[in-house]
């Protein structure tokens, strides 16, 4: 689970990790009015506004009227995702950029073309930077362990920093047994060049932030920039936290972080039935029972020319209640072109599974290619069952068959 900026922060600072003022907004009314009264009015010489959506690169990114896709200008500049506001009448010039945000549509390189709209913004003050760093840690999946990676690239992309100057990023693995010790800390800082104060500062910075991930059942926590200002004070400028969605019977309060408008409606509903659906952005919807079959289902269709348009584990049961909610969950995605199900019969017998699909069907209008694959116990009668049925299904023998049969229909389309 993704939560915003403003949400993070409050949270980390719950656990001591230094933060800067900052308030969470909702219209430019608000924006121009906290942005008078608690920064200008209270000696504020610097603000920043920072639209709030769960991508991150909002400072590169540009914010575009949703209808005509044009880049909205405030006093001859370009908006982006993150100002800073420096000068007189702050809170003038906030509401300004406030106005031309919300409602608006946020494209940044991690949204893609598509952008997020901004419903929130939050109203920070200005920090003094001498250096931005980053900084992170999340679950390994390779070792099983924490990790933290830090490096003096901040503000920049880790993906790049990985890709072009990998000796740059700083590598620590916490050792579940012993923890996170002392000396991993000043090891880090001493990697990244920090001395005197800011040293002794980012020490006790990691070290809440270590505490407030464990805490938190956090299963990533990014900083970036973690900032060390002029006065040797080491501040998260940004956070990007994501939850252990297991743990989320430990932390009721978790529900009221979800902010619906920044997920997929497809997969909201389908999270309703309890159904593990993805949705991707290709155009052959799939419909598998297993996670190990759905991810060898969506290499198949790739591989046959096609694009998955999601991924969906329907689980072992395969019912008709949830064939049914599946199929309709794919067919309002406008991108679908046909749809494969493929599903082995291990304890769910195929002739089950194929009168449950032809009962789901009889409830979801399906006017495009349904290539049916069931292997298993029973195989041969469900073949026979969807055959004999009067809706039209593409039977295929084999995972083979069914390639070749989602290939004639892509080829088709
Ligand atoms: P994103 O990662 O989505 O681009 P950030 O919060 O990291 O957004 O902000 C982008 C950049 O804006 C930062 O790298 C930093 O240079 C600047 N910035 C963000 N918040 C502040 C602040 N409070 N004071 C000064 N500069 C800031
Ligand atoms: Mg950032």
Redesign the pocket.
Known sequence: MNIH?HQAKDLLKKYGVPV?KSQVVFNSEEAGKIAKEQFEDQGSKVI?I?SQIHA?????GKVHNPDTNEVNVVNGKEVR??T?ITGDNLSGKAKDIAQATFGQKLV?IQTGEAGSIVNRMLI????N?EK?FYLSMLLNRETGRNLIMASTEG?VEIEEVAAKTPEKIIKEDIDPTTGFQGYQARSIAFGLGLEGTAFKNFVKFITKLVNAYNELDCSMLEI??LVVTKEGEVIA??CKMNFDDNAEYRHPYWKDLKDESEEDPLELEAAKYHLNYIKLDGNVGCMVNGAGLAMATMDMIQLSGGKPANFLDVGGGANVERIANAFRIMMSDPDVEAVLINIFGGIVRCDRVAEGIIQALKTVEVDIPVIVRLDGTNAELAAEILEKSDLEFNVAKNFQDASRKVSEVVEAA
């Open positions: 900026e800067l920043v920072k991150g690169g909002r400072g590169k995702g993150v800073v940044t920070e003050d200005g920090a930077i931005e503000g970036n920039p400028l940004d």
